[in-house]
């Protein structure tokens, strides 16, 4: 099967199918040993470009462990559930950033973010790194004691995964150049003035899969500004009543579902399901005024996936 070139995206992949070693967290074949990380089955897929391992690419500076690199920090947010910033879900934060005193924005263009990213990228510091000691510590510790982590896990799949290791290449290189992560591009900012509470802007951190879903329907109306062009005139995006419309017309009723209110609905989800989420994290989330003791009342979930 012929190689993808960078940026393209492999839709062959099916989960649900038995994945190939290199495919899997540890897996046959996989012989570390405490304080030797081995990396042969990262980067082993035929679907990668062919270049991807030529000299000086960030893949090859990773496999060879001429760097200690970690794609997550370039790739990915993090939050407990009590609304503190960590790099991952094993990773420690800096024990002052919360998403009640922080905007996702800042904890992704901040000082332990980007200092962890300058740490992965320079071969000098590595695993000495200021940050990397500070915040990586559990992979670390890992990496000395088994010679596997977290890390290594995620590399071994996500190096493996063409579209996902453009992603991650797109996302270093930028920051190379740039010298700061553009979390801009995979944000949606929704104005001050657009807001209905506090006039303040806010900001909505797509998904890899929310991000994928925008980026085809970008891809589908490249004769347009817009991610959802108006169908009669594409230098408008469709117009606020659209999406209520459409469900209108699959027969969806108004005592079924109503657009209004979409936020709440997920305040409910998550208050239902997901107790264990802070309220008032989940408030700031949503860009929610916080209510006090008054329940959510809106959509649950059964009613939802009955509609
Ligand atoms: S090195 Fe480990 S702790 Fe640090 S971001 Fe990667 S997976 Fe998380």
């Known amino acids: 099967m012929a190689k993808l070139v960078a940026g393209e995206i492999d839709t062959t992949v099916n989960f649900n199918e038995e994945q190939p070693a290199f495919m ?11 304080g030797n990380v081995k990396t042969d089955a990262w980067f082993q897929s035929h679907k990668l470009p062919r270049d991807i391992l030529d000299k000086g690419t960030i893949a090859q500076k990773a496999k060879d462990q001429e760097i200690f690199f970690c794609d997550i920090p370039f790739t990915q947010l993090y ?7 960590q790099p991952c879900c094993f990773g420690k934060g800096d024990g002052k950033s919360n998403i009640l005193n922080t905007t996702m924005d800042e904890w992704m263009k901040g000082d ?19 940050y ?12 000395d004691r088994y010679g596997k982590s977290r890390r290594t896990a995620c590399m071994k799949i996500h190096s493996n995964d063409a579209s996902f290791w453009s992603k991650v290449n797109r996302a270093v290189q930028m920051y190379e150049a740039s ?7 995979r944000m949606i900012t929704i104005p001050a003035e657009a807001m209905k509470v506090k006039k303040k802007i806010h900001h909505v951190p797509l998904s890899n ?11 589908k109306s490249v004769d347009s500004p817009y991610c959802f062009p108006s169908p009669m005139n594409k230098s408008k995006p469709i117009g606020t009543e659209s999406l209520l419309r459409a ?9 079924e579902f109503t657009t209004h209110g979409n936020r709440h609905t997920a305040a409910t989800i998550i208050g239902n399901h997901l107790p264990q989420h802070r309220r008032d994290v989940v408030d700031a989330q949503l860009h929610h005024k ?18």
């Open 290 to 307: 916080i209510i006090g003791a008054v329940s959510y009342t809106h959509l649950t979930l059964p009613t939802i996936c009955s509609v």
């Open 24 to 34: 899997t967290k540890g897996g046959p074949g996989d012989t570390s040993t405490g």
């Open 79 to 85: 939050m407990e559930i009590d609304g503190n910033y």
């Open 132 to 143: 990397v000691k500070k915040h990586c510590t559990r992979c670390l510790d890992d990496e």
């Open 247 to 255: 469900i209108r017309r699959v027969g969806i009723t108004n005592d």
């Open 112 to 130: 332990a973010m980007n200092g962890i990213r300058n740490d992965m990228l320079n071969p000098k510091a590595g695993r000495q790194g200021e």
């Open 209 to 219: 899969i929310t991000f994928e879903i925008f980026t085809n329907h970008k891809n």
């Open 179 to 185: 010298g700061f992560f553009d979390f801009d591009e």
